[in-house]
Structures are given as C-alpha cells and as structure tokens.
C-alpha cells in the first residue's frame, strides 16, 4: 500500500505542476498589457518555426531570435523600472530576481547576435526559435506580475520544457512542409545564396 501511496502522489503533484505549467500559457489574458509583447512573441514563433527553421536554423534566424530575446529583455526593464518609479513595485529581492532575469535574457540576445554575425556554429542551436520562445513565454508572465515566481512555478517551467519540444518537433515532422520551402528550392534562392558567400 505505501508504495501505491507514493506513486499516487507522484502523480498528483506531476498534475499539479502540468496545470501551473498550463497555466502560464494562458496567463497573458490575466493583463492585456503584456499582450502587446505576448503576440510579437508567438507571431515570430510561428512564422520562424514552420517557415524557415522546419529544417534548421539559419545564422541569419539564429540572429532574428536573439534580436526577440534584446528587445523582450529591454521591455522587461522597462516595465520593471516603470513599476518601481510609479511606486507600485518596491525594491526587493523579486525585483533584483526579475532585473537578474532580464539582463540574463538581454545577455543571451546580444551573445547570439554578436556571435551569429562571427558565424559561430553554436549560435545554430542556441539561438533557435523554438528555445527563445519558450523562455520568453515562460518567464513574461512573471515579469509583468501575472503568475508568482515560485519554486513550483520554476519546476513546472523546467520539467515541462521537453514536453514543449518534443511537441514541436512532432508538428514538425507530421505537418506538411509550407509551400515556401518548395518555392526555394524551386528557384534555386539557396544557390544564388551560396554563390555570392
């Protein structure tokens, strides 16, 4: 019986933290503010995913997300600054967590940019429109105060980033490819493209 009791509540909690997980995603509702960073966020996602990195991800890609992550970092602080001048938000150690989170994001945008324009061949993973979106999905609504940071939240975030993926990589690979793929190849863009490198 103690065994079944462990597995039962193994379960419970995978639930628990599958509906905060859940949760995030549709927490934007909760402040239409952040959807003006929310929709740039997953119209980018979508047409960057199906339309150009279904098989693989370009320098010049790599190089437009890290772009999302800059910008989305720099709304992040503003945000944040703005709270903490309009006296909504006191300094504490959830803003020092949300700043330390900007900045990081910030930082891996510029990284991915500088790097992507040096053709560094890590920046092909990197810097892929699948990852950046789903940092920036996960932590916007704990940047704008929608969803509380908190350890389950951080857990739910981490232990479900491969559902995220692997769902992707499925779409990917069972969805037909867009007709822009065949368009290039038909015309030969990438030829011309590699020609003039």
Known sequence: ??????????????????????????SPLK?????????????????????????????????SNGGVLIWVGIDWIRYVVRLLTAGTLKFGALTFVKFLLAFVVLGIGSLIVIEGIKTKRFVHFVGRVRETTYILVMVSPIMYGVISLSWKVAVSIIVFAPVFYYFIELMDRYLPSPKAYETKEETGCGKREKQKS
């Open 1 to 26: 019986m103690a065994f079944l009791d462990i597995i039962t509540t193994a379960l419970l909690f995978i639930w628990e933290l599958f509906k905060i997980w859940l949760g995030i995603f549709v």
């Open 31 to 63: 402040n239409l503010e952040m959807l003006w960073i929310i929709i740039p966020i997953w119209l980018n996602w979508v047409f960057a995913e199906f339309f150009q990195e279904k098989k693989g991800t370009s320098l010049g890609n790599a190089i």
